[in-house]
């Protein structure tokens, strides 16, 4: 039977199957929707397929479109498919009703299709430069990062010292850690869970690795922000389409939010829901160290 095997978790995935690793499938999220936006959503793939190489999946209620980062991704809904772009411009165009910035060179346009005749150009056009951005940019990444290093130590610096100012009276800070006990436990419960976790001390907090990288940090009201949460690593385009879904739930974190972390209010998540954002965290990271590794010559040849 055909089938795919789930990007995340590596277990393959019948035809038609959902599949709960923070992950649904395109069947499942398109199964509603009407003729003429079952049409545009068959009209969008196919042009995303027409450009070469990608990966396409289904990941929490968005299918994803991504060659080395997401290039764009799509919201289905019950009366139009929401589609968010990742370019490095930001673009003046009636379609585009929202436009987010991400990161220091990605902004996220949001363009809302009702009918299967929307998609030409220059919505298609968007589509093939936010495909070939998405493939210079971590060339541009890495020739600006040694660059920016120290002026980012300096950003961080300065944002930790007003977070200082904003900090609320003691009462206030007492009174939202009252459950921190409790969540950690959560927390700490399901990252020990996995295979090669450590758990390590780092600037007060518990902090999870995998165990060469940080994969989870427990946040107990930093500097009294009132949130008993978790910061999480996620692939490009997932903090925005989180935060937007469920903002009462999801947030931007400080100092990691601009490399595309996920914080997480534990409060207001299940354990079964945790569970799945930090196993999905946990693969992310743990990918990249695997990557990392194979790219290293042996020592001999260094």
């Known amino acids: 039977m055909a089938g795919r095997e789930c990007y995340h978790c590596k277990q393959w995935i019948e035809e038609g199957q959902e599949h709960d690793c923070w992950t649904t499938t395109e069947a499942a999220l398109t199964r509603d929707l009407s003729d003429d936006l079952r049409e545009a959503w068959n009209r969008l793939r196919e042009t995303a397929v027409s450009f070469g190489d990608q990966r396409i999946y289904a990941s929490h209620k968005s299918i994803m479109f991504a060659r080395k980062s997401c290039y764009f991704f799509v919201r289905p809904k019950r009366s139009y498919l929401e589609l968010c772009l990742f370019l490095g411009r930001s673009l003046k165009a009636p379609q585009v009703r929202r436009i987010d910035r991400t990161s220091k060179s990605k902004l996220a346009h949001f363009v809302r299709i009702t009918h299967r005749d929307e998609i030409e150009r220059p919505i298609t056009d968007w589509l093939r430069e936010a495909y070939e951005f998405s493939d210079a940019l971590p060339k541009a990444n890495l020739q600006r990062r040694n660059s920016s290093t120290e002026k980012n130590g300096i950003a961080r610096k300065r944002e930790s010292n007003q977070a200082a100012k904003d900090t609320p009276g003691p009462k206030a800070g007492r009174a939202r850690t009252r459950g921190s006990s ?29 165990p060469k990288r940080v994969f989870a940090i427990f946040a107990n009201n930093h500097h009294g922000d009132g949130r008993i949460a ?27 939010g601009v490399s595309g972390w996920v914080g997480v209010e534990l409060s207001k998540v299940d354990d079964k829901q ?29």
């Open 182 to 210: 409790k969540q950690l436990a959560r927390l700490r419960r399901i990252c020990k869970s996995i295979p090669g976790t450590i758990e390590k001390v780092s600037h007060s907090e518990p902090t999870f690795l995998t």
């Open 230 to 256: 978790a910061w999480l690593p996620a692939v490009d385009g997932v903090q925005a389409g989180l935060i937007e879904e469920a903002p009462e739930i999801y947030f931007r974190p400080p100092y990691v």
């Open 274 to 302: 945790l569970g799945a954002l930090v196993r999905e965290a946990f693969r992310l990271v743990d990918s990249k160290s695997t990557a990392s590794r194979r790219s290293k010559p042996p020592f001999a040849a260094r």
